[in-house]
C-alpha cells in the first residue's frame, strides 16, 4: 500500500504563486509516476503535471510555463511538489496526488486551490 499526504493549497489573488507538496509512504519501491491531477466543480478530473521515477515530466497544455512539478526522494518517502506561478482563475480546483504502481494507481484526499481574480 502506498500512503499519499498532500498540502499546501490555499487562496491566493490571480498572479500569485502556490507550492504543493505529496509525500507518499509505505510500500514506495514500486512507483514507476507520480503527479498531480485536478477537478474543478462540474468538470471532470484531468491530469495537470507528472514525474517519472526516471525523472522525465509531462505538463498539461494549460500549465505549461506555469507550473512546475519536481521530486524528492530518499529511503522511506517520495515527495513531489508541484510549483504553481502566474496563477489565473481558471485554476481553481481540487488538485489531487497521484502515484501509480504497477497496474494501480493512489490518491491522496485532495487540497482545494482558490484562484481569486
Known amino acids: 500500500q502506498v500512503q499519499l499526504v498532500e498540502s499546501g493549497g490555499g487562496l491566493v489573488q490571480a498572479g500569485g504563486s502556490l507550492r504543493l507538496s505529496c509525500a507518499a509512504s509505505g510500500s514506495i519501491f514500486s512507483i514507476t509516476v507520480m503527479g498531480w491531477y485536478r477537478q474543478a466543480s462540474g468538470k471532470q478530473r484531468e491530469l495537470v503535471a507528472a514525474?517519472?521515477?526516471?525523472?522525465?515530466?509531462?505538463?498539461a497544455d494549460s500549465v505549461t510555463g506555469r507550473f512546475t512539478i519536481s521530486s524528492y526522494k530518499n529511503n522511506t518517502k517520495n515527495t513531489v511538489y508541484l510549483q504553481m506561478n502566474s496563477l489565473k482563475p481558471e485554476d481553481t480546483a481540487v488538485y489531487y496526488c497521484?502515484?501509480?504502481?504497477?497496474?494501480?494507481?493512489?490518491w491522496g484526499q485532495g487540497t482545494q486551490v482558490t484562484v481569486s481574480s
Open positions: 514525474i517519472t521515477r526516471g525523472g522525465t515530466t509531462n505538463y
Open positions: 497521484n502515484a501509480q504502481k504497477f497496474s494501480t494507481n493512489y
